[in-house]
């Protein structure tokens, strides 16, 4: 049994995603007692909750024990609780399970969905930043067909069968390229009894090129892409309501649809208890200086997508992805001890190792700092890239295999409607003859 | 898209489990059309539950989509609902989502678990019968150690840690086995802050044996594989009641305890409609006969746990098994036209392949019909068995790959909360330092 080293100065660390899981890593060794801390027991690895949600791979592949990261560490602890507020005059933390002192405090809760004040949308829509999030998409998708199968209503039934995806950033392109795949590859077969070639994907984006933080030769290829694979994609076209069934936007172009997914927009997680010239109003996020401590603290730190950095390269703060948190967590990581020692430390420098996105089968955009490219090596890029981030073997080994076998066989048999999803909005029916 | 060829007479399967599955796989060109229904969207491979329940194995490797049993299969459909009742007279059964009209109607709905009419008992412990309840159990086991880290009261912590199973049948024996791996391998590690040797694993059962239904033999062994691996065995002793917080039995032996598991019986998952005479009572099952027609009724059939067939071996039905189940499925798809066409049929006769159990790490026990045998390699023709015995090429890779990880690494990375599971009935609390 561990007994805490309390002669070590306590370091906090709020959220396991990619900058926690990193700075907890790196901090072994360095003389801390450290308290990782998160609402959930797992880390998820984000960047494919796509394809959980489109039944391609098991929600366990790609989340991964947080207590596990820290095993064996010394004087390391992991608590799962959610933070209610920080209390930075007496220099803890106040939780659902209590309350925790900290020397040193480690923001790294990331993002989450942005309605920008819609709540009808949000009431209405599905986010998928979250495990539960995606499993709830692959339940509502697969209920979708299995209520359109009943149906006598037509328009009920093209409303069951429409998928409305509002933002095409890497998200909202590679769930659109994923649902285009389960049509033809599932959906098709597993029903039978349906019109298929009613099923309609639509990608709705804002302004005028999807994926808009790529290069404008990957934004082209992966349009193209989408619609080869039969995507809608609407441009300049900003969705101003969901009721549940009608989504509107400013345009006269209404969709009659079941399913809204929404992937337009992220902000920080916010926490209460910072002072208000610390946060960046409109996208929630922390102000941070060079080596990520918190505006007007000595003591508190943000990591991530919810610190804001601002630097001449990126005014409004580095781009809400995995790099730059990974690498600022790192940085942080070697930055502490000489922080607290008094000596000098090394202010962050993002290194844009570039961006990818993933549209289908053979299909993928990449853009590295000198270079684009796109099609089947690009996808090639994209897989290895992906497989290799996955936290532990049995993860990388696992995913490795489903895709070999959904490439083989075109199929995926993560189909399943483990948790039903419920969604107060859309009319229900029964039908007298199933 | 299909059109329903209604010239063919219409099969209606109620329950995608072991029976279910297999008949629908064997009336595929046979000249009939065939509607599978099920509450759920996939069949569930119920030998694995235990290790879902553990987290040694992704709920999705156990389970596949239905609706892949019969892609392809013409005139085949499959309905995704719950049925209310059969309406013998009319010939039709009435569903959640509407009335089906049936030419000939195969029960085969399985199991449930009997808690033999105590309602205390039912509230409070838990089932593991189909994938959300092994979820259920493998976030409740989780939280109970999140909790134990948090508390200060020695009681409730040990109550926490103590795990209480009711039955010594495969379920409970195969359970208590992989909790006690677990202990060891994972909860050992992953809460250095407890003293985890307090952790306990109680399997109580009512009479005179674990693992009664196999050899003597067979029992003598896995209790004392059980025994070496910490579980303490109860023989004898009958639990009488279980209040949320603490159980009470036969004797003077209480358990304070946050978690029961009930594996101590099953009952037939009865439904409603039929004539009081073709019905077994107290087990729920329904009354066949030798070609699984069910007492009383010339186009309703029964398969599997839910049938009842009296014979001289087995009087009170054959054991409520997958083997069983199957064979009786197997043989009503040959039977099936010959009985239509009024020719004669084969009558049921049960070949019993043996039964096994598997304890923990190179443990099992396994009884041919003239043949005992337990230990290492015991154990190995468990694993064949189970692997080659799921649905799916790919459930049964990602199985192995699973196994063999876990067995290498001495690991089991599916210990995920994901769906948070609440107990209403045992204390809360707070504590002021966490």
Redesign the interface.
Known sequence: ??I?DSSQKRIVIIGGGFAGVTIAQKLNHKGFQVVLIDK???HTFQPLLYQVATGGL????I???L??VI??FSNF?F???SVKEIDTQNHKII???????YDYLVIATGSKTNFFGNKEIERNAMSMKT??QS?NIRSFI?ENF?QA??TKDVNERNALMNFVLVGAGPTGVELAGALAEMKKEILQ???????IQKMQINLIQSNDRVLNTMSEKSSIASEKFLENLGVKVYKNLRVTNYDGRTVTTNTDIVFDTATVIWTAGVQGAAIHGLKADALVDRVERIKVNEINLVKGYDNIFALGDIACMETTQYPQGHPMMAQPAMQQAALLAENLPKYIAGKPTKPFVYHDKGSMATIGRNLAVVDLPKYHFSGFFAWFVWMFVHLFSLI????K??VF??WV?NYV?Y?R???????PYKKKSFVTF?????
Not at 58 to 61: D, F, L
Not at 413 to 419: D, F, M, N, P, S
Not at 430 to 434: G, I, L, W, Y
């Open positions: 049994m561990n805490p959930q027991n797992y098991e929600a366990g592949s989340a991964y024990p207590r596990k095993q064996g602890y608590r799962m609780t939780s659902e399970i209590g309350e925790l002192r495990i539960p499993l697969l299995e199968v009943l077969k597993d029903y039978p009894d349906l019109d532990g073997f049995k993860n080994a696992v295999m489903n076998y066989r199929d048999e993560g189909r399943l409607i483990v948790r029964t039908s007298d003859e199933v």
